[in-house]
């Protein structure tokens, strides 16, 4: 579990964390001891002078009671691009249980099917 997440922006990540600490009403102190973390290792977080590994952002997330995504990526960032897609998601929304689940299993299927054909023309290659 010791994946250190390079994929992070050290100064985007310490400014989210620092957001979200707060409007918890939290110190670092009090995230340290929420999280069993060294008060030093928020701080290097926040500072950004250290970047998280794997675990620590679960711990985190767990404690603020916050998804990963949350304090890993923008906001809209891993929200559809086109608003197409964006309004087509909203209306699924709106359906019925089992309608949303069979679009879910469609979906699901198409991008298995991508998948699979990205992995077999690579293998050709």
Known sequence: MNIIINWLSPMSFSKRLIQVRKKRG?????LAELTGLNVSQIYRWESGTSRPILEGVIKLAKALHVSIDEL???EDERAPKGNKLK???EAVEQLKKKDQETIQELLQGMISRYESNRFSDAEIQ
């Open 87 to 89: 309004l087509m998601f």
């Open 72 to 74: 890993v990526f923008e």
């Open 26 to 30: 939290l110190t670092q102190n009090a």
